[in-house]
């Protein structure tokens, strides 16, 4: 079994800051794309950003310069830290991750359970 737990989320003003934290458990044998995606009500999931295990990042266009994504692989950890966060972040946002579970075996995608952020103008 594998665990995804997501953490970090709230209430905050504009202009503030938040950090999420995201940490997979379970039988791993090793973790491959780590991501955040964000889901507003009324709109479909979306990719905020993402990073390979080699530490490659990729970053939606709204977000670039204000969010950055990291990871600590020892402790199979993702993280988000987010800038200058606007009221059209308020989203529920999801952890993703592709896992190998042992040698050998195909690469397998899980989702946290999502943490809430919320900006007040």
């Known amino acids: 079994q594998v665990q995804v737990v997501e953490s970090g989320g709230g209430l905050v003003q504009a202009g503030g800051s938040l950090r999420l934290s995201c940490a997979a458990s379970?039988?791993?044998?090793?973790?491959?794309?780590m991501g955040w995606y964000r889901q507003a009500p009324g709109k479909q999931r979306e990719l905020v950003a993402q990073?390979?295990?080699?530490?490659?990042?990729n970053y939606a266009d709204s977000v670039k310069g204000r969010f950055t994504i990291s990871r600590d692989n020892a402790k199979n950890t993702l993280y988000l830290q987010m800038n200058s966060l606007e009221p059209e972040y308020t989203a529920v946002y999801y952890c993703?991750?592709?896992?190998?579970?042992?040698?050998?075996?195909?690469?397998?995608?899980?989702w946290g359970q999502g943490t809430q952020v919320t900006v007040s103008s």
């Open positions: 993703s991750v592709v896992i190998y579970r042992a040698v050998g075996a195909p690469p397998k995608g899980y």
């Open positions: 379970g039988s791993i044998f090793a973790i491959n794309v």
């Open positions: 990073i390979t295990g080699g530490g490659t990042t």
